[in-house]
């Protein structure tokens, strides 16, 4: 591949309508390929892209495992697998979570520095919580250039934001300007930059972690120190990642979590947690209200009383779970009905 350039894209609410504006503007003929994840739902169907082989003019197609890449072509992440780049092809496998999302960015990112070190571009554009700053970071670790949508310009400014707020960022500038930006930098002569030996062999590793790398799956040490916390998706322990000033985690299995993404999960499984109290709360009361009339009508007022003391304390309880949860002080979305719904169990 001429010169070996490459450039990784990362999006995702929002993400969608910021690529659809930027690709008219990509030339024909630009010089390096642009390998792209926009978080998308399992089972979702993607069009992405046929959107913007139309509305471009460079041609976009989904990435295929084992497939060289070239320049001037855009590669999609296909709905639940990861895409990683591997020495001038790319892989595309369902590798754990990160973020909780597959595809997720990171480990797009990652990969990329691993692969082309100072000729890799990483753009983040918009999206919420903060998937891509870890993988913008191993790039910038690299010598490669990190560039994000301004964050006043983005539909959705978490995304761009966080990587603002923990990378050394080159450019940060609104939609219009994202594709001359590029022109422009991959004009310019890449630097090499060594790195510390620790930082490669981390990047290395959480590269085959997403790769599904039997060998260092099976391997017991992991990346970063116990924390004693536990995963919101496996409920494994967490190593704690310090990368520089920030934070991160991965569990035993391979899940990882940037410090927004892993607070967000904490809070389903709270509200998960408070839904499931407040169902058996209710269901307690509602049953020790039968047993109380049965026993009335079998002429047994004491043991009625027993069953109504139940039900009044269950009622208490489950009031003072849909007060906390209707306050909003867990930041748990308020209730909009008065309807208990069971959500779906925490997995093990």
Known sequence: ????????????????????????????????????????PAGTPSALPDLLSRRGNLPSRHASDGEPYEPGTIYVAPPDHHL???????????????????????????????VAGPKVIGVILSGSLDDGTAGLLAIKKRGGIA??????????????????????????????????????????QPIPMPIPANDLDLMTMETQIAGMDQETLQNDARPGTPSGFSCPDCGGVLWEVRDGRYTRYRCRVGHAYSPETIDSAQNELLEEAFWAALHTLEERATLSRR??????????????ARFDERERKARQQAGVIRRLVESGDSDVPQVTSAKVQVTRRRRR
């Open 1 to 40: 591949m001429p010169d070996g350039r490459i450039v990784v894209i990362g999006a995702s609410a929002g993400g969608v309508e910021a690529l659809l504006a930027i690709v008219p503007d990509i030339p024909p003929g630009f010089p390096a390929p642009l390998f792209v994840v926009v978080h998308i």
């Open 84 to 114: 990683l780049l591997d020495d001038g092809r790319m892989r595309v496998v369902r590798g754990p979570r990160e973020n909780r999302h597959r595809p997720a960015i990171d480990p797009l990112f990652r990969s990329a520095a691993l």
């Open 291 to 304: 047993l109380a009339d049965t026993e009335r009508k079998r002429g047994h007022p004491w043991m009625a």
């Open 147 to 188: 560039v994000v949508q301004d964050p006043a310009d983005a539909m959705h400014a978490s995304m761009p934001q966080s990587a603002l707020d923990n990378v050394e960022v080159d450019a940060a500038v609104p939609l219009r300007q994202i594709a001359g930006t590029l022109v422009h930098l991959l004009q310019q």
